[in-house]
């Protein structure tokens, strides 16, 4: 029988009843997503999880079952609202819009 350290077993207690909500790409953005549901009055935590055998770091945003759809909501409302301000700088950047234009000529 494996032998299992005291910390896996206090941080699997600690988690549990806990669920996946998103995974992050660094832990930068898992810190976002927490601060985000934290704002939104929704309990969150992030789980690191080192997998050997693809030589991958997970790091999950976790908060508990019964804020799952909540919190899926105010992460997704987060990216439409992200992806409209990059979708709105893009086009600042692309226009050559010229100030002259706007001048009265009196």
Known sequence: MAKRSKKN???HAHLEGYVV???AEDM???H???TLLEANDIPATISEHDDHAIAAREIA???SEEFLDEAHVVIESQH???DFYDFAMDED???DFDADFLEDEY
Do not use: C, G, T
């Open 32 to 34: 976002e997503y927490k």
């Open 28 to 30: 930068d953005q898992a």
């Open 9 to 11: 077993q206090k941080s």
């Open 80 to 82: 439409a609202y992200d």
């Open 21 to 23: 909500v998103a995974f």
């Open 93 to 95: 950047d692309e226009s």
């Open 61 to 63: 945003v976790m908060v």
